[in-house]
């Protein structure tokens, strides 16, 4: 196992982490808490130490699988969660004031909820699930981020960035209040490349990549004929020609690095590892077997600079999640 430095907390990551949204059992059907135990136990055998989850995802599920594990385990086991929009509304429109979305005494309630599901005393790294950059000097919730801290409810202090909007951390990350972002960061969106992952890197501020395999699109293991279960929310994702047309990405990008369908995943996290700024890659992990494919790419290898060179031209701008999740 390779690990990395998340930002300038000081805090030493696994370079492939866990990401718990699964786990939870709301949007993703087909997860079973034996098995997610299971999953999770081998990711901490296998060297994993970076667990990130939400007090959102299973109304709490998540995160209580997530404590009960890591209260079972000797090993150190950092856990990141999140602290869902008052509103309930993802992504963050703009034009609403930080206090509608998170007020001081909000903020602080979420994180007593989350520290009693996770059974802990401190949280690792508190994330707010949404952010938009106006938000920056409103409001009153950085002083109930700093009074948690001085507190010792919370050690560090992240946001994760609305879907496909890198650029809407900027002024925060400027501010120096922050320690991690959360962004979603693919062989498809690339965009986090321009502005966001220098800007973190000149300030010291970690990185956590999530949705690497685009919710399955870069696997190749979506095709046009793939059918989830109902409710799951990879049919709204992923509706009308859109399986055909990542489809067909995804082998255009096999045949262009001259690999097979099947080290697809690979190189989707490699890609993703290449990029120096990036502390940790949180894949979704719902089986031991995913977890063993993913951690076995967490060895410090990455992919050569022919091959990250030939990816850019594999850059797709558009976004399939709904307004409101």
């Given amino acids: 196992m390779h690990y990395r430095k998340l930002g300038s907390t000081g805090l030493e990551v696994s370079e492939v982490g866990y990401g718990a949204w ?5 949007a993703w059907l087909g997860a079973e808490d034996d098995e997610s135990v299971q999953a999770l136990h081998k990711a901490i055998d296998l060297g994993l130490n970076f667990i990130d989850t939400a007090l959102a995802y299973g109304d709490g599920h998540s995160e209580r699988l997530v404590g009960r594990v890591v209260k079972e385990r000797d090993e150190t086991v950092y856990v990141a969660t999140k602290i869902p929009p008052m ?6 429109p703009s034009g609403l004031s930080a206090d509608e979305v998170f007020p001081g005494s909000y903020v602080r309630e979420c994180t007593e909820q989350s520290l009693k599901n996770l059974g802990f005393e401190t949280i690792d790294v508190q994330q707010f699930h949404v952010w938009q950059d106006e938000w920056v000097g409103e409001g009153d919730w950085l002083e109930a981020v700093e009074e948690l801290k001085s507190e010792g409810k919370i050690r560090f202090f992240g946001i994760s960035i609305n879907d496909h909007q890198p650029e809407n951390a900027v002024r925060l990350i400027e501010t120096g209040v922050v320690d991690t972002v959360q962004v979603i960061y ?4 690339q965009s986090p490349e321009d502005e966001l992952l220098p800007l973190c890197q000149e300030r010291g501020v970690g990185v956590i990549v999530r949705v690497p395999f685009d919710e399955g699109a870069l696997t190749a293991r979506i095709t046009p004929e793939t059918e989830f279960e109902e409710g799951d929310f990879r049919n709204e994702y992923f509706k009308d020609d859109r399986k055909r047309e990542v489809y067909e990405r995804a082998q255009s990008i096999a045949r262009d690095l001259g690999v097979e369908e099947e080290r697809l995943p690979e190189v989707a996290l490699r890609y993703v590892l290449s990029h120096p700024a990036i502390s940790t890659v949180i894949p979704g992990m719902r089986s031991v077997r ?3 494919r993913n951690m076995a790419v967490a060895d410090g290898e990455g992919l050569s600079k022919k091959q990250v060179q030939k990816l850019k031209s594999h850059r797709w701008v558009r976004n399939f999640y709904p307004m409101e999740a």
């Fill in 22 to 26: 699964g786990i939870g059992k709301d």
């Fill in 87 to 92: 509103n309930r509304i993802w992504p963050a």
């Fill in 186 to 189: 693919n062989v498809f969106d």
């Fill in 290 to 292: 995913n977890v063993e």
